[in-house]
Nanobody, 124 residues
């Protein structure tokens, strides 16, 4: 059974940093790409970043490029999202997801496994 468990959410002031973690189990990791999505109040779930387990190649949405960094630790079966220079508009529930593709995809419909989400709130 596939499990994705996010952690690291919380309250941070604007300009601050936070790191989210997603511990994965039940996957054949090299067959998947991992992504982070977020859903703010009254908004649709949107793509944030993704990374291929196999190659480690990352991809970031324009809205977070230069501020957020996705990475993976194969030995820990964990994907991270380092978030710097936080803005109030980054407030959202952040979700970790797994896509049955070895390359990075941004379309949320391509992701078949989802975590429960972790709340991140940025105060101004």
């Amino acid at each position: 059974q596939v499990q994705l468990v996010e952690s690291g959410g919380g309250l941070v002031q604007a300009g601050g940093s936070l790191r989210l973690s997603c511990a994965a189990s039940g996957l054949t990791f090299t067959d998947y790409a991992m992504g982070w999505f977020r859903q703010g109040p009254g908004r649709e779930r949107e793509f944030v970043a993704a990374i291929s387990w196999r190659s480690g190649r990352p991809y970031h949405a324009d809205s977070v490029k230069g501020r957020f960094t996705i990475s993976r630790d194969i030995s820990k079966s964990t994907v991270y999202l380092q978030m710097n220079s936080r803005k109030p508009e980054d407030t959202a529930v952040y979700y970790c997801a797994a896509s049955a593709r070895t390359w990075v995809v941004t379309d949320k419909s391509m992701y078949i496994h989802w975590g429960q989400g972790t709340q991140v709130t940025v105060s101004s």
